[in-house]
């Protein structure tokens, strides 16, 4: 297909580097990413998928409506315009107030970062059979936990975002790696209603170490030799404190006792998320 001349321009800077290229950008033009979860996290990592130039987001769990509190933890988000319905509301999705839902927030970011890129609405199960990654952002485990095993039974890289407090994680779970139950995490600690609100910037660094780490999937940047193609294979996991200004990364193994993933290799230890 090629690049036109705007997209040349536009992605220049990709284009130049030696792991995307014009191929990778096209590629990335024509990828389809399901972002689960709507939140803080997930705008920050679709806004950031969205500059990457990923061309579709089929975005799930976004039907309820902002309020003035989740701008510290989003300030992506627009704010309500007085008469003025959103998409949603329109389509009998959302409340009927001014301020957008979580969905409305997430696409208006997205287009201010790149108007050509397609932001869909999922409800329902969701389908990754067309999808060229999944992110699943600052959901609880008995939401998330289904998702990543669906990706792991179809063979599919997953990247799991969450914040909590002055804590963001990120996994990396290939289909042949450890799995979600592996990584020690307590994920109902990333979402409110549980004592686990992000410090707002949290959820920022969250949501855009993902979208690196979809990016990389979708491209195939996972490392090709020796160690790195090791690494790439098991799953890694990224914890950043915002309070000791610390990052840390962590090799996943499978646990032994996992009944999904068991592999007798050793178990992380329990994140700041938790």
């Not at 990828?31 to 803080?40: E, F, H, K, M, S």
């Not at 990333?190 to 491209?219: M, N, R, S």
Request: hydrophobic content about 45%.
């Amino acid at each position: 297909m090629g690049l036109n001349e705007a997209q040349v321009l536009r992605f220049s800077r990709h284009v130049l580097l030696r792991e995307v290229g014009g191929r990778g950008q096209e590629r990335l033009l024509a990828a389809t990413v399901v972002v689960a979860g709507a939140g803080p996290v997930g705008q920050a990592a679709a806004v950031y998928l969205a500059s990457h130039g990923v061309g579709r987001l089929r975005v799930a769990g976004g039907e309820g409506a902002l309020e003035e509190s989740d701008l510290q933890a989003a300030p992506l988000a627009a704010r309500p315009s007085i008469g003025v319905r959103s998409e949603s509301q329109a389509e009998g999705r959302s409340p009927g107030r001014n301020w957008p839902s979580a969905f409305d927030a997430l696409a208006q970011a997205v287009r201010r970062a790149d108007p050509e890129v397609r932001v869909e609405a999922v409800s329902g199960a969701l389908d990754l059979g067309a999808a060229d990654a999944l992110l699943v952002a600052g959901l609880r485990e008995a939401e998330a936990g289904p998702l990543l095993e669906a990706a792991r039974r179809e063979g599919r890289t997953a990247v799991l975002a969450l914040a909590a407090r002055y804590a963001a994680a990120v996994a990396v779970l290939p289909a042949g790696g450890a799995c979600h139950r592996c990584l020690g995490l307590r994920m109902e600690a990333g979402w409110p209603g549980e004592g686990g609100w992000p410090f707002g910037v949290a959820a920022g660094l969250a949501g855009a170490l993902a979208a690196v780490e979809v990016t990389k999937a979708v491209l195939g940047m996972g490392g090709t030799a020796g160690a790195a193609a090791g690494r790439a294979a098991r799953g890694r996991l990224l914890l950043f404190e915002v309070d000791g200004l610390t990052l840390e990364e962590r090799d996943l193994e499978p646990r032994g006792d996992c009944p999904a993933c068991g592999g007798g290799g050793p178990t992380p230890g329990a994140s700041p998320c938790g």
